[in-house]
Structures are given as structure tokens and as C-alpha cells.
């Protein structure tokens, strides 16, 4: 019998959970450096979400989700749910962070970018060895703890389609749906009115036979004789031709996003359309009229208000950002002012349906691109180098010290001038490090910078920055995404002290480093007047100022990196061309002022890159280096036919574990076989700043040691 509870009037499909002041980053590194107990940091989490519950009813939403809390990754909490835990990780002292951030005898799971999102989860390793088996503790038990502070809660799960494709492994889901079932009957049993599931892979191209898995997965758990109502969410894009699908089985509500996808043709009549019209990842306010419009353009039985995708992806509240500017704030929205935005709508007075107002904006300029000359010549004219040259990524280990003279110095208790003192020692510090370590390229460490974003913006026109606007990335990492709001323009250079005064210290050539526009751009809130391209052009255009100033400074090797160029990636294969021809157009506009003697390198990590290696060799950099070790090489099946310097990272720096000599030898060996090794580099997978330095100096030893060996042999 199909359930018969009536949809909330107003709801949104998920909130950030890392706490306003960063409270659960916190708890999550005080336990793992033992300075706390599991009892402690869960705690902490009971907090974050009663506060949570407690605040969204306060702001009168009417639909409260739970399971949307987890003290690392959704995705990780699915994979627990199903009981798909790799045999290697159940004997560890805590399985689910070993998955997450590996231990000194077990390397992590893999990590990559959720859709187009800066936001990182962790892969589920799922093989034909898996056996599924329901672990409901978690959403059962965050629907009890709701209950007694007396909220009833929608449980928020990924869905079976969703979790199998991730993990490469759909052929699974006749298996994956049995534990399933079981959640929805003891949802059931415990009073759940409604169920999410999130099924944000159905707004990407599907096959035939993937939309056939669809209907399948959603015929047999609307079956269920015993069950929630179920609400399947797909956030990021529309739906397209999967809509028809789920439409045709026994969902009672479905979630659009109405703000990348458009109204549906299709008549829902018969669902509750769980319309996404306020904005979950952006910052910008909503225009009411247009969303007025849209929602009363939906064909269904019930339409209810909601946020296009978890509010995840933006800040808790402009409550906490006195400092800007009352003109900019006006104009702005976070998590909080979102959820208004939403039960304002909802109470609102809908117009009868009609078209829905167009958003007008300029066509882009023209781009004249400067051409570097041929990758040989260039490379003849470069640097001369060791086989199988050693650098790192950029950052060092940012210690507390530092953090705390940059806070000093923003409160105004430490002189400007006794900050830069302190920055230029700790240059000293890292360039003496890597002499004695023996890596062939250094760098100085960023040791001045906050974010390798957000020290851009600050020193761009046309940015805003904020206080408290964190956003979780990953685990314990959250960033303050800067809000783009004007035209763009460097009125001063911004790296080129650092870089000249590195130099100085050293006889080894260091990097110059810079963050690539499409990185700036994808890693900010950006303006919504322009297109998406004008804005990354114009960012370009600053960077190509600093590039011509590092090199008139005399620095030789100027790496620009774009660790956001996979992660922008439209997931409609149709409109991906476009993208990556003007991405890899912003790239080589941002470079084309080096002149052949210049070595520019770029980097990318996390971000299933080798699904776009094309555009990345035509971003014509002389040296790419790229995430390979956390995700076991897989890149090199890709790279045979890549027409300049790589360098697939052989330590993976997200997990506090040292990589032994072997194990870094192995991967380069692996290497060689897929590249010339005249082309190949060695590298971290990315920088170093979340390591510690007895950590940094641990592994990098160990790469150097297993790159001599190698270098001997060949």
C-alpha cells in the first residue's frame, strides 16, 4: 500500500554540519592527534545537529532532514550503512576513519570531487567480494535523537543508483537493494513519514541500460509493502530523460533543481514536486519573482518549496559577517538567509502559470591569445635538470604560530612589519629543508598565504572576503570561499616579493606560484551578471600581469596551477566541449606572457583528471603535475600519449601516513613504464600544508631516497 503522508510545505535538502565556528574541525583533530576520546568528539556532533534542527525550526521551515550530519562524508556513511567496509580496514582501531585518512599500515580509500562541486568524497570500493548488509544505526538513531528534542525528521541517504555508479560497480544493485528494503521497513517501524534518497548522478548522460537500472531500483523499493513515502533528490543539474523514468514508478515526490535545470515538460500529476528554486550553491539572493514564476509553472499535484541542492556548499550566516560591505551584503543570502528565502516563498501567493522571466546578459568579447613557442623549443631553452627532477607541490605545513601571527596581525596587535619578519624566517626554514632533503626544484613554502584562493582575492579588486564564511571541503578542511562581485583587475603584484627573496636564499632554482583563473573563479561565489567565461577571462588577464612580473624578476619556473579544471566540467556531455575550449583559452591567456625560457608547470588533484587529459595537455604547460598516488595510479593507463613533462604524484598527502621507499618505487617505476623518462617528475600529490613537518620531512626522505635509487638504476 503506497504511503499517504502529505509533504512538508517548505524544506531544504541538506545544511552545512561543520558548526558556524568550525566546531566539529575541532573535535575531529583534537581526537585524531588523541588529545580527545571518540565519547568527546561525538559530543560534539550531538551539538552541531541539535543546533542545527533547533535553528531551522526557529526559522519556521516546515521539513527538518537528518542523516545529513557525518563526521567525515556522506558518501563514507553510505558505504557503512550497506556494510561495503573493505576486510583490510575492520581490524583497525577505528574502521571508518581509516578508510577516510588511511593509518601507518593502511593506505585511505580514493578521494575525488562530488560532481562539480568543490566538495571531496571518499570512493566506495566496491568489488564482487562485497557483501552487503544493513548497518541502520546512524540515520535510526538521529531520527530518535531529533524525536526526543521534539523534531520529526526526513532521514537523508544517497541513493542505490547513485552509490553503485560512484563506485564503478552497478551491476551490484540486486544486491545493493536488499539492505535498502531493510531501511525503508525499519524506517517504517520507527514512524518515518518520509525518506530522501539522493540520486544527483541522474543529471548526467545515462545510458539506456543505466536509466533501465533506475526504474528497476525504484519499482522494487516502492514495493516495499512497509515504507516511508520516498522522495528522490537530484541536485546539480536536470533530470532530462531519466524524469520520465522515475516518474513512471511508485516515488511519491521528486526533487528538481530548478535553478540549473529547467521547469519539465513532463506532467507530474499524480507526485509532489519538491521544487528547487532557491539557490544551494551560490550566495546570492534570490529574486522572488523568478522563482514565483517557476514554481508556478511545475505541473503537479503538490509543489513544495525547497533549496536546489544541500545547503552544504555555502556559509551558515551573514549574521557572523559584520565586516562587509552593507551594499554587497545587502545583495547576499547564506545557509540561514536561504532557508528564509525558502518558507518566505512558500507562504507566499503564487501567480498563475506563465513564462518565467529571462536573466539577459551581454555577449562575451573576443579573446586574442598569444602563442608561446613550440613545447621543444621551449624545453631546449629551459633549465637543466637531473633525470627524474624532485619538487613539491607549493605549501609547507602552516603551524600554528603562523596562524596565529596572521590573526595578530588582522587584529591589529602585531606590526605589519614584524609579521613579514616572521614570514621571511619561515621561508628560510623551508628553503633550508628542501637543500638538505635534496629536491631539485624548491618553493617557498606559502607560508604568507591563507588559502591559495582566498590570498588571491584579497589582493585582487572586484573580490570580497569573509570572516567566518566557512565551507567544508573535506573532513576537517573548510574554506572561506571569496564572493566575486565587481570587475576584476591586480593593482599591485602580489607574489613577487615572496618569490625574488626565496630565490635569494638559494643557488636551486624555486617556483614562482600562482593560483590558475579557472581555480579563482571555480573556488569563489561568483557574480551571476556575467557569463561564467567573461569572469575567468578577466581573472586571467590579472594573473598574466603577475606572470610578467615574476619573470622580470628573474624567476625561471613559474607554476600556475588549475586543480578546478575537472571539477567545472558541465556533467551534459554536450555542453563539455564549449567548456573545456575556453577553459584551456582563460589557461593559456593567464601563461602567454613567459617567454620560451620560462618553465611553467601546472597541477590538478582529486579530480579524475585523466577524463579530460586532452585539455590538459592543451593547456601547452611545460610540466603538469597530478594526483596519482591516493588513487593507485590510475592515471598512468591515460597518459602514454601526454606530449610534455608530467609528474603523477607518488605521496599521497592527505592521509598522515609516510609512504615507504618501496612503495614510492614502485609507483615511479610504474611511471616509467607509461612515459619517457626524460618527461617524468616526482612529486606529492599536492601541497603540504595540512601535514606536519615531521610527517613532510618523513616522506619526502623517503621519496628522494626511492628517485636515487631509480635514477642509479637508469
Not at 141 to 158: D, F, N, S
Not at 196 to 211: C, I, K
Not at 246 to 256: D, F, I, K, N, Y
Not at 455 to 477: K, P
Request: hydrophobic share 40%; aromatic share 6%; glycine share 8%.
Amino acid at each position: 500500500m503506497s504511503p499517504t503522508a502529505v509533504f512538508p510545505a517548505s524544506t531544504v535538502l541538506g545544511y552545512p554540519r561543520i558548526g558556524p565556528r568550525r566546531e566539529l574541525k575541532r573535535a575531529l583533530e583534537s581526537y585524531w592527534a588523541g588529545r580527545s576520546t571518540r565519547a568527546e568528539l561525538d559530543r560534539v556532533g550531538a551539538e552541531l545537529r541539535e543546533r542545527t534542527w533547533r535553528r531551522l525550526a526557529e526559522l519556521g521551515l516546515d521539513g527538518l532532514p537528518s542523516n545529513t550530519f557525518s563526521l567525515y562524508d556522506h558518501v563514507l556513511d553510505t558505504a557503512v550503512l550497506l556494510g561495503a567496509v573493505p576486510k583490510r580496514y575492520r581490524d583497525a582501531a577505528d574502521p571508518y576513519f581509516a578508510m577516510a585518512r588511511g593509518t601507518e599500515e593502511l593506505a585511505p580509500l580514493r578521494m575525488t570531487k562530488w560532481f562539480d562541486t568543490n566538495y571531496h568524497y571518499i570512493v566506495p570500493e566496491i568489488g564482487p567480494e562485497t557483501v552487503f548488509e544493513l548497518d541502520a544505526a546512524k540515520p535510526l538513531g538521529e531520527v530518535r535523537e531529533a524525536r526526543a528534542l521534539g523534531y520529526e525528521t526526513r532521514p537523508v541517504v544517497v541513493g542505490p543508483v547513485t552509490f553503485l555508479l560512484l563506485g564503478g560497480a552497478l551491476d551490484r544493485l540486486d544486491d545493493v537493494l536488499g539492505p535498502y528494503e531493510e531501511l525503508l521497513a525499519a524506517l517504517a517501524a520507527e514512524g518515518v513519514a518520509w525518506v530522501q534518497l539522493d540520486e544527483p548522478a541522474l543529471v548526467g548522460d545515462r545510458t539506456p541500460e543505466e536509466l533501465d537500472a533506475v526504474r528497476r531500483a525504484y519499482e522494487r523499493l516502492g514495493a516495499v509493502t512497509a515504507r516511508p513515502a520516498l522522495l528522490v533528490a537530484a541536485p546539480y543539474g536536470d533530470l532530462g530523460e531519466a524524469l520520465p523514468v522515475l516518474a513512471g514508478t511508485p516515488v511519491e515526490a521528486v526533487g528538481l533543481d530548478l535553478v540549473r535545470g529547467g521547469v519539465p515538460a513532463v506532467d507530474l500529476t499524480g507526485k509532489t514536486v519538491v521544487a528547487g528554486v532557491v539557490s544551494g550553491r551560490d550566495v546570492w539572493r534570490t529574486s522572488q519573482e523568478r522563482a514565483l514564476a517557476t514554481l508556478a509553472a511545475v505541473r503537479a499535484s503538490r509543489v513544495t518549496v525547497s533549496t536546489s541542492c544541500s545547503l552544504l556548499h555555502v556559509p551558515y550566516t551573514l549574521a557572523a559577517e559584520p565586516g562587509l560591505d552593507p551594499a554587497l551584503k545587502e545583495r547576499l543570502a547564506f545557509a540561514e538567509e536561504k532557508v528564509a528565502e525558502v518558507v518566505a516563498l512558500a507562504a507566499a501567493d503564487r501567480p498563475a502559470a506563465g513564462r518565467i522571466p529571462e536573466v539577459s546578459v551581454p555577449p562575451a568579447a573576443p579573446v586574442a591569445l598569444e602563442e608561446r613557442g613550440p613545447y621543444a623549443v621551449r624545453a631546449a631553452a629551459q633549465l637543466t635538470l637531473p633525470p627524474l627532477p624532485t619538487t613539491t607541490i607549493g605549501s609547507f605545513p602552516q603551524t600554528g604560530e603562523l596562524r596565529a601571527a596572521r590573526a595578530a596581525v588582522v587584529a591589529g596587535t602585531l606590526p605589519q612589519a614584524d609579521y613579514e619578519q616572521r614570514v621571511e624566517a619561515e621561508i628560510e626554514r623551508v628553503i633550508r629543508l628542501q637543500e638538505r632533503l635534496g629536491l631539485d626544484v624548491l618553493v617557498h613554502g606559502e607560508p604568507e598565504r591563507n588559502d591559495m584562493v582566498q590570498y588571491f582575492a584579497e589582493h585582487l579588486d572586484g573580490f570580497a572576503v569573509t570572516g567566518n564564511g566557512w565551507v567544508q571541503s573535506y573532513g576537517s578542511r573548510c574554506t572561506r570561499p571569496p564572493i566575486l562581485h565587481g570587475d576584476v583587475t591586480r593593482p599591485a603584484p602580489i607574489t613577487v616579493r615572496w618569490a625574488t627573496y626565496a630565490q635569494s636564499l638559494t643557488d636551486r632554482p624555486v617556483k614562482g606560484m600562482l593560483t590558475g583563473p579557472v581555480t579563482i573563479v571555480a573556488w569563489s561565489f561568483v557574480r551571476d551578471d556575467l557569463p561564467l567565461r567573461d569572469v575567468v577571462f578577466q581573472v586571467a588577464d590579472a594573473i598574466r600581469d603577475e606572470v610578467r612580473d615574476l619573470e622580470a624578476a628573474g624567476v625561471r619556473i613559474i607554476q600556475v596551477d588549475e586543480p578546478a579544471l575537472r571539477e567545472l566540467l558541465p556533467l551534459r556531455r554536450a555542453a563539455q566541449s564549449d567548456y573545456l575550449e575556453w577553459a584551456v583559452a582563460a589557461y593559456r591567456r593567464a601563461t602567454s606572457g613567459a617567454s620560451d625560457h620560462t618553465q611553467i608547470h601546472t597541477h590538478l588533484c582529486y579530480s579524475d583528471a585523466d577524463q579530460i587529459l586532452a585539455a590538459i595537455d592543451g593547456l601547452d604547460a611545460d610540466v603538469t603535475t597530478i594526483e596519482s598516488a591516493r588513487s593507485g595510479g590510475r592515471i598512468l593507463g591515460s597518459v602514454p600519449g601526454f606530449g610534455r613533462g608530467l609528474g603523477p604524484g607518488v605521496y599521497d598527502i592527505h592521509s598522515p601516513r609516510v609512504p615507504a621507499v618501496d612503495e614510492v618505487e614502485a609507483l615511479l617505476r610504474r611511471t616509467v613504464e607509461a612515459l619517457p623518462v626524460e618527461r617524468v617528475w616526482v612529486n606529492p600529490d599536492c601541497g603540504l600544508k595540512t601535514r606536519t613537518y615531521e610527517e613532510v620531512e618523513a616522506s619526502l626522505t623517503n621519496v628522494i631516497t626511492a628517485t636515487r635509487r631509480l635514477r642509479a638504476e637508469l
